[in-house]
Nanobody, 122 residues
Framework: QVQLVESGGGLVQAGGSLRLSCAASGRTFSLYTVGWFRQAPGKERDFVARISGSSVSTSYADSVKGRFTISRDNAKNTVYLQMGSLKPEDTAVYYC???????????????WGQGTQVTVSS
């Protein structure tokens, strides 16, 4: 069982930066892939980034590549999403999720946080 809690969302101007955190409980956290997803009003939940348990592998959606960086600190049971050069279209609720596989499909992730709102003003 893994419990996830996101933090770090807020209101930022276009071009600005935010760092989201995903704090996890559970002694086996380092075994899990952690993904970040986002959902804008009226839209589906989309993949943003993922990181393997050992941090060896990461991948990003094309829309955030070069602007966002995912990382993790297993000693702190925390995964981070550093977001830069933010655009109004990045506005969404951001969720972290954990899974033992390696997928970009949100339907395959077993554990989810409650989400944190990111709003980028123009």
């Amino acid at each position: 069982q893994v419990q996830l809690v996101e933090s770090g969302g807020g209101l930022v101007q276009a071009g600005g930066s935010l760092r989201l955190s995903c704090a996890a409980s559970g002694r086996t956290f380092s075994l899990y892939t952690v993904g970040w997803f986002r959902q804008a009003p009226g839209k589906e939940r989309d993949f943003v980034a993922r990181i393997s348990g050992s941090s060896v592998s990461t991948s990003y959606a094309d829309s955030v590549k070069g602007r966002f960086t995912i990382s993790r600190d297993n000693a702190k049971n925390t995964v981070y999403l550093q977001m830069g050069s933010l655009k109004p279209e990045d506005t969404a609720v951001y969720y972290c999720a954990a899974d033992l596989g390696w997928s970009t499909d949100p339907g395959t992730y077993d554990y989810w946080g409650q989400g944190t709102q990111v709003t980028v003003s123009s």
